[in-house]
């Protein structure tokens, strides 16, 4: 099968080539899934998993992608709960060969079946940006209605996700982001906004939840703006800065079947919508995940036309 196959870590993009890779078979509780569109984040190439197993061995070459929208073609045994041919979207194990890839060997239990009338492509964009958002507001944060919070980057594709989420738990959403974000933070429904190079945070007042997508000076400045008793949630590795009477939480998104039928169901109804950004071909890959400019929204791949 044809496949995105990184091998060089220091090389970063260029060192990923498109080539020929022997197609998955499926093991014990997993599912094959023949891929119509995988999901790329920018900063995958800098993680461990891409490179390393789980006890430090080298992996490589290592096929990246870890969200995908697709159809099972075959079941492992012990599988339960899907079937062939059934549409399905999900996230899979950072340890595991990924979804820029014709095909995918993938634990069922990391899947969510896919309703037919939401497109592949759709589909490829929701699950580490929709379950980042899920986890981070509802899990870690415990975001209830009439409360306030901070989202950082709330143009980008998991800053999206969570304004809309949490405006629709009834919280009100301040966003940040660049001068150029503004407009598209509005839109996903950012109530207000601040430009983080030319207006001052400390300007927003408390907060009773941040979620934070930088880390760095923002997150510093941001753990003094929490109300007592809020959190600043962060999901970009251990948490510098602490609230003076609050929490501070760093996770990292896991697969969940019941959260990603939440999050796909309210895209049937249009209480939540995708942020799509770069689409690109397998073949066009390897340019389209380059970062050659700063985007926005999600970079997905057509596998399949």
């Given at each position: 099968m044809k496949?995105?196959?990184?091998?060089?870590?220091?090389a970063g993009t260029a060192g990923m080539a498109l080539m020929e890779r022997p197609e998955p078979q499926a093991a014990i509780n997993d599912v094959v899934v023949e891929v119509h569109a995988?999901?790329?984040v920018p900063t995958e190439l800098t993680w461990p998993s891409t490179w390393t197993d789980r006890v430090g061995h080298q992996r490589t070459p290592s096929i990246p992608g870890h969200e995908l929208a697709g159809v099972v073609t075959a079941l492992g045994y012990g599988t339960t709960g899907l079937s062939v041919g059934q549409r399905v979207f999900g996230l899979s194990d950072w340890y595991r060969d990924g979804s820029l890839a014709k095909y995918i060997a993938i634990e069922a239990r990391n899947?969510?079946?896919?309703?037919?009338?939401?497109?592949?492509?759709?589909?490829?964009?929701?699950?580490?940006?929709g379950l980042t958002a899920w986890q981070g507001l509802f899990h870690h944060g415990r975001l209830q209605a009439g409360q306030s919070i901070l989202v950082h980057g709330a143009a980008g594709a998991?800053?999206?996700?969570?304004?809309?989420?949490?405006?629709?738990?009834?919280?009100?959403?301040?966003?940040?982001?660049r001068a150029a974000d503004r407009q598209k933070a509005r839109d996903f429904g950012a109530q207000e906004f601040v430009d983080l190079e030319n207006d001052a945070l400390e300007d927003v007042g408390g907060v009773d939840l941040v979620f934070d997508v930088i880390g760095g000076d923002i997150q510093k400045r941001s753990a003094g703006l929490i109300r007592a008793g809020g959190t600043l949630v962060s999901i970009?590795?251990?948490?510098?800065?602490?609230?003076?009477?609050?929490?501070?939480?760093?996770?990292?998104v896991e697969s969940d079947r019941a959260q990603l039928s939440e999050i796909v169901?309210?895209?049937?109804?249009?209480?939540?919508?995708a942020n799509i950004g770069t689409i690109s071909t397998l073949d066009n890959a390897i340019a389209a995940?380059?970062?050659t400019e700063r985007r926005t929204g999600k970079t997905i791949i057509r596998v399949r036309p």
């Open positions: 496949a995105i196959v990184a091998t060089d870590e220091a995988s999901g790329f899947l969510a079946p896919l309703p037919g009338d939401v497109d592949y492509t759709v589909g490829a964009s929701l699950p580490i940006s998991v800053g999206t996700m969570a304004t809309q989420l949490a405006r629709e738990a009834g919280a009100y959403v301040i966003g940040t982001g970009v590795g251990p948490v510098e800065a602490r609230p003076a009477d609050g929490l501070a939480i760093d996770f990292v169901q309210r895209v049937r109804d249009g209480r939540l919508r995940v380059s970062p």
